[in-house]
């Protein structure tokens, strides 16, 4: 299977610190893209990274990419109360993306 | 913004019943996806569109479903003969093109009860 597997499941923050998440996946990709979810709602594209990328930024969203050990992190720095969501990976490649399980992170105001 | 629409937001039917999920992708768009995720579970990939016909599906999309963009603006997901286990929340998703840089633009979904 091509997805991508995110730890943790769940990550519970306070205001203010910085929320890391990582996503593991199994075979080559085109990119690597992180998307957001609010409860009940559809996915919102967040970031993407292409397969030669190492790192990029976007606001207070850094995404790293390791293509040789096939893994990503999503830092979120300085979190706020409304970043309370799940995120999830999608790799590229083929005509599908696929999707991982999801963290789920909740921001204590 | 351009958006994705979805209709309708809530669906309930019988078991064996056929329910068919409408979605507007955005206008200029090529590439539409199905996309199911049951309750609190990983988003799953069914099926996706170009060119009028069908260019990948998983193993989730077996005869019961079909896809169908009946005319140039919606794209049907259609389920022939529900059963418990298709109560889902159904994304479709479209984007402009298939690349290294695109990315997918969702509605916010139909959720399926099947009782």
């Known amino acids: 299977s091509q997805q991508g597997e995110e730890d943790p499941q769940a990550l519970s923050i306070q205001e203010g610190e910085n929320a890391t998440m990582n996503c593991s996946y199994k075979?080559?990709?085109?990119?690597l893209q992180w998307y957001r979810q609010n409860s009940g709602r559809g996915l919102v594209h967040l970031i993407l990274?292409?397969?030669?990328?190492r790192e990029k930024h976007s606001g207070r969203l850094r995404v790293t990419l390791d293509t040789s050990k096939k893994s990503s992190s999503l830092l979120i720095t300085a979190s706020r109360a409304a970043d309370t969501a799940s995120y999830f990976c999608?790799?590229?490649?083929?005509?599908?993306?696929?999707f991982g399980t999801g963290t789920s992170l909740t921001v204590i105001p | 913004e351009p958006e994705v629409t979805q209709t309708p937001s809530h669906q309930v039917t019988q078991m064996g019943q056929e329910v068919i999920l409408r979605c507007v992708p955005i206008?200029?768009?090529?590439?539409f996806y199905w996309y199911r995720q049951i309750l609190g579970q990983k988003v799953e990939f069914l099926v996706s569109?170009?060119?009028?016909?069908?260019?990948?599906k998983s193993e989730i999309f077996d005869d019961q479903f079909s896809v169908e963009r009946p005319d140039g603006s919606n794209f049907t997901l259609k389920i022939r003969s529900t059963k418990l286990e298709d109560s889902a929340m159904y994304f479709c998703?479209?984007?402009?093109?298939?690349?290294?840089?695109?990315?997918?633009?969702f509605g916010s979904g139909t959720q399926l009860s099947v009782l």
């Open positions: 999608a790799t590229n490649t083929g005509n599908q993306f696929y």
């Open positions: 569109f170009y060119n009028n016909e069908i260019s990948e």
């Open positions: 075979t080559s990709i085109n990119n």
């Open positions: 206008s200029n768009h090529l590439y």
């Open positions: 990274i292409r397969s030669n990328e």
């Open positions: 998703a479209s984007s402009e093109a298939f690349g290294f840089n695109e990315k997918l633009f």
